[in-house]
T-cell receptor, first 115, second 116 residues
Framework: DSGVTQTPKHLITATGQRVTLRCSPR?????VYWYQQSLDQGLQFLIQ???????AKGNILERFSAQQFPDLHSELNLSSLELGDSALYFC??????????????FGPGTRLLVL | GNSVTQMEGPVTLSEEAFLTINCTYT??????LFWYVQYPGEGLQLLLK?????DKGSNKGFEATYRKETTSFHLEKGSVQVSDSAVYFC???????????????FGKGTHLIIQP
């Protein structure tokens, strides 16, 4: 158990809909990352937050957005969903999020299926 | 851009065999390098890491050495067990010159199957 929790575990929805994925980081970690794992694209970095502020952006679509709240939990919002958004979405956390080989701790993931 | 290349497999070995999973990278700087492991139905776990050239990361009998001259970080284990069956991901993280870093850039993952 990494200490990172994600809800829900599974989500089934229809094209065009909007969903929210939630992540609680390990106690004491200030930085949260979101990743998408799909069969065709592999594991891709989406976005990073540190202490409530966006710090780095990866291959995140404009239809997707995220935020980190004062209690440090984070939400990833996916809107106007398409079939290709079906994937496993991971949240990870780290203490500072400043690189230099800092370990990221991954949650169990949310599996999204868009029908 | 930055990228990581690793053999995708599946790689099938017998128990107690020697394991090597190759990983090479391309980066516009000096990255930190990682191996993560994903067991079925679980999230990723850090296996080992190295932050500078010639560093050796090791954990649970696995080793990898950061080779800057060949831009490689190959994973090795002398004697694998059935419990090592999983997907292994090589990854890099590049730090900005002013501090901070992008997220991890992952390879496609290598599916390892160990038969008794």
């Amino acid at each position: 158990d990494s200490g990172v929790t994600q809800t829900p575990k599974h989500l089934i929805t229809a094209t065009g809909q909007r969903v929210t994925l939630r992540c609680s980081p390990r106690s004491g970690d200030l930085s949260v990352y979101w990743y998408q794992q799909s069969l065709d694209q592999g594991l891709q970095f989406l976005i990073q937050y540190y202490n409530g502020e966006e710090r780095a952006k990866g291959n995140i679509l404009e239809r997707f957005s995220a935020q980190q709240f004062p209690d440090l939990h984070s939400e990833l919002n996916l809107s106007s969903l398409e079939l290709g958004d079906s994937a496993l979405y991971f949240c990870a956390s780290s203490v500072q999020g400043v690189g230099v080989g800092e370990t990221q701790y991954f949650g169990p993931g949310t599996r999204l299926l868009v029908l | 851009g930055n990228s990581v290349t690793q053999m995708e497999g599946p790689v099938t070995l017998s128990e107690e065999a020697f394991l090597t999973i190759n990983c090479t990278y391309t980066a516009t700087g000096y990255p930190s390098l990682f191996w993560y492991v994903q067991y079925p139905g679980e999230g990723l776990q850090l296996l080992l890491k190295a932050t500078k050239a010639d560093d050796k990361g090791s954990n649970k009998g696995f080793e990898a050495t950061y080779r800057k001259e060949t831009t490689s970080f190959h994973l090795e284990k002398g004697s694998v067990q059935v419990s090592d069956s999983a997907v292994y991901f090589c990854a890099l993280e590049l730090m900005y010159s002013g501090g901070g870093a992008d997220g991890l850039t992952f390879g496609k993952g290598t599916h390892l199957i160990i038969q008794p």
